[in-house]
């Protein structure tokens, strides 16, 4: 299993602001649970999430000397990667891309083929700077917008990106209203197609939904997938009622049950845990 912890897509979306040492602290205290990869920070328009301004500052004190967990941070264009590629502590770029049209539009302000080209100059620039990009297909379970969801399109789009080189993409089911019949089938039919991918799953979905969600992704040959303590968090630019990421206490339930090998620290989760009690109060 390769788990990512998502404290940025957790706070994104977080009414009060909160203090940028309490997420430095938070953050370190996350890099001693042993995931592999921490979703951390955001170089976006600050006006647009508000939350994440201190990304830069936050980064340059995140202590990588207590694990090897990387760390990623997500952009919405060219010039957000190039600002992100100024902080040596970022491991990996992460950029939005919708199978929406209505949703690349309001998530980026560009339409899905000024975001395309965009990330192909994205990954151009990564060819000299060596580190790493996920793509996440947002809406890649259907929309809110009544576009009527194919699977077909996450089809178009996988080729489109691997024809470009992308090694990593996570679908996303940004609202939760992806069925188990959707995730078996993207999960079973298209990483066979593109095996030079890396196929993860980036759940929204309400708690009691969790466990069924994995089962059906794991079942059909995902390892990768993004989750979030307690849930909390989702995506503010998608409506306005915030459906929760997946918890990663559900992750840990599920690995346990199925007994699924992992290299967490469990009591530095607890640790981890308790700290996001303070900081989200649940």
């Not at 560009?110 to 395309?116: G, I, L, R, S, Y």
């Amino acid at each position: 299993m390769f788990l990512t912890e998502c404290p940025r897509d957790a706070m994104q979306g977080w009414g009060d602001f909160i203090p940028t040492q309490t997420k430095i602290d938070y953050i370190n205290t996350l890099m001693e649970v042993g995931f592999d990869v921490l979703d951390c920070g955001s170089f976006v328009s600050p006006k647009a999430i508000p939350q994440m301004v201190d990304s830069g500052i936050v980064l340059d004190e995140i202590d990588k000397s207590l694990s090897n967990t990387k760390l990623s941070v997500i952009v919405a264009n060219f010039r957000g990667a190039e600002k992100a590629l100024k902080h040596e502590q970022v491991d990996i770029l992460g950029f939005p891309f919708s199978i929406s049209e209505t949703f690349q539009h309001r998530n980026t302000n560009k339409n899905q083929e000024e975001a395309f080209k965009d990330i192909l100059k994205i990954t151009q620039l990564l060819e000299k700077d060596g580190r790493a990009l996920n793509v996440y297909f947002s809406m890649a379970f259907g929309n809110p917008y009544g576009e009527i969801w194919k699977s077909k399109e996450v089809d178009f789009w996988a080729n489109r990106f691997n024809e470009i080189g992308i090694k990593n993409i996570l679908l996303s089911d940004t609202t939760g209203i992806g069925t188990l019949e959707q995730i078996s089938l993207l999960f079973e039919k298209i990483p066979q197609k593109y095996p030079d991918i890396d196929f993860g799953a980036h759940f929204h979905n309400r708690y009691e939904d969790s466990y069924s969600k994995l089962k059906a992704a794991y079942d059909h040959g995902c390892r990768r997938f993004d989750s979030a303590i307690k849930g909390i968090g989702g995506c503010p630019m998608a409506k306005d009622d915030l459906v929760g990421n997946m918890p990663t206490e559900q992750v840990i339930n599920f690995i346990a049950t199925e007994k699924i090998e992992h290299g967490l620290n469990l009591l530095n989760f607890e640790s981890a845990y308790n700290r996001a009690k303070n900081i989200f109060h649940f």
